[in-house]
C-alpha cells in the first residue's frame, strides 16, 4: 500500500544453530548449512538470501513476515491496521515472475505482485488472489488483458497526500485485477505492462517489486516461494543463483518462462517513454 523511507531495526530471531556465527550482527552465509530464518515486524527493507525484501505496517506488533532460503517468506496478520511484506527485486523488471505457497485471509487482503516507480511516481498491482473486498471497486476499467490463464481487468486509482517511496505524495495507482484468482503460478509481467501502457498508463523508472501478501483491516498468513526467469537480481552472484534454482523448482501452475527479457532494456526502452 504505502510505504514510508525506511526506518527502524531488522529484527533477527536466530535459531540456536547459528548463533556461533554472528559477526557484529550480521549473519555469516555458510555454504551448505541452513540459514538462520530472519523475522520482521517493523517498517524496513533490505535483502535476505538473495532477494529484496519490505516490510511495512501501520501498526507495530500485529503483523510479521519471517523469511528463508532464497525467495521463501511466511506472514501472519491478526487485525492488522495495514501491511504489505514480501520479497523481489530492486529495482523491479519484467521478467516472468513465478511464485507458489498458501495464503490464508479473513477479510480484505490481496496477493498481488506489487511495485513502485518514480518519474512518474507509481504504485502498481498484479493482484492475484484477493479476499472479501475487489481492491478495484468504483474504479472505472480501462480495459483487460488475457494472460497466464486468466483475464485481468485494468484500472487507475488516485492516492492524495498519503505515503510513498518518496514521501507523502499525490500519485496513481496501477491495477491489473485477475479474474480467476490463485495462489501460485507465473505472471508474464510483461503482458500486464504493455496492456497497461497500450491503456495509457505509463510506468517510469523501476523503483522495487515484491510478491507481496497485504491486510487491510483483516487477519491471516501466508507461505510464499517467489522466483523469476532471471532469478534474484539484488544479492549478485549468490542471489542469480538462488533466484533461478527457487524459480524453476518451486514453479506453480503458471508454464514455462520463456520470455528472455533482458529487463533492464525492456523497461527503460518501453516504459520510460514519458519522462521527457
Ligand atoms: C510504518 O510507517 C508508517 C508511516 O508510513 C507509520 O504510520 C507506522 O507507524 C510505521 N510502522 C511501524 C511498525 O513503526
Ligand atoms: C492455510 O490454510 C491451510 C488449510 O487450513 C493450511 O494447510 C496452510 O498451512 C495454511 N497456510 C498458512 C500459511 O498458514
Ligand atoms: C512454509 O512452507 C515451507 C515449505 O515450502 C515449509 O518448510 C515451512 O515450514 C512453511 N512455514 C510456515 C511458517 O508455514
Same mark, same amino acid.
Given at each position: 500500500m504505502n510505504r514510508p523511507p525506511t526506518k527502524g531495526r531488522l529484527r533477527l530471531l536466530l535459531s540456536g544453530l547459528l548463533t556461533t556465527v554472528l559477526v557484529g550482527g550480521a549473519a555469516l552465509l555458510v555454504p551448505g548449512t541452513a540459514n538462520a530464518d530472519t523475522t520482521v515486524n517493523q517498517n524496513s527493507t533490505g535483502t535476505n538470501n538473495g532477494y529484496f525484501y519490505s516490510f511495512w505496517s501501520q501498526n507495530s506488533g500485529q503483523a510479521s513476515m519471517t523469511m528463508g532460503s532464497g525467495g521463501q517468506y511466511s506472514t501472519q496478520w491478526n487485525n492488522v491496521e495495514n501491511f504489505v511484506a514480501g520479497k523481489g527485486w530492486n529495482? *523491479?523488471?519484467t521478467s516472468p515472475v513465478t511464485y507458489s505457497g498458501s495464503w490464508n485471509c479473513s477479510g480484505n487482503c490481496y496477493l498481488s505482485l506489487y511495485g513502485w516507480t518514480t518519474n512518474p511516481l507509481i504504485e502498481y498491482y498484479i493482484v492475484e488472489n484477493y479476499g472479501n473486498y475487489n481492491p478495484s471497486t468504483g474504479a472505472t476499467r480501462l480495459g483487460s488483458v488475457n494472460s497466464d490463464g486468466s483475464t485481468y481487468d485494468l484500472y487507475r486509482t488516485q492516492r492524495v497526500n498519503q505515503p510513498s517511496i518518496q514521501g507523502t505524495a499525490t500519485f496513481y495507482q496501477y491495477w491489473a485485477v485477475r479474474q480467476a484468482k490463485r495462489t501460485g503460478g507465473t505472471i508474464t509481467v510483461s503482458t500486464i505492462f504493455n496492456a497497461w501502457s497500450q491503456a495509457g498508463l505509463n510506468l517510469g523508472t523501476p523503483n522495487y517489486e515484491i510478491l507481496a501478501t497485504e491486510g487491510y483491516h483483516s487477519s491471516g498468513s501466508s507461505n510464499i516461494t517467489v522466483g523469476s526467469s #532471471? @532469478? *534474484? #537480481?539484488? @544479492? @549478485?552472484t549468490t542471489g542469480g543463483t538462488t533466484g533461478g534454482t527457487t524459480g524453476g523448482t518451486s514453479g506453480g501452475t503458471g508454464g514455462s518462462c520463456t520470455a528472455n527479457v533482458t529487463a533492464g532494456d525492456q523497461w527503460s526502452d518501453r516504459y520510460n517513454l514519458n519522462v521527457s
Open positions: 529495482p *523491479g523488471n #532471471s @532469478g *534474484g #537480481s539484488t @544479492g @549478485g
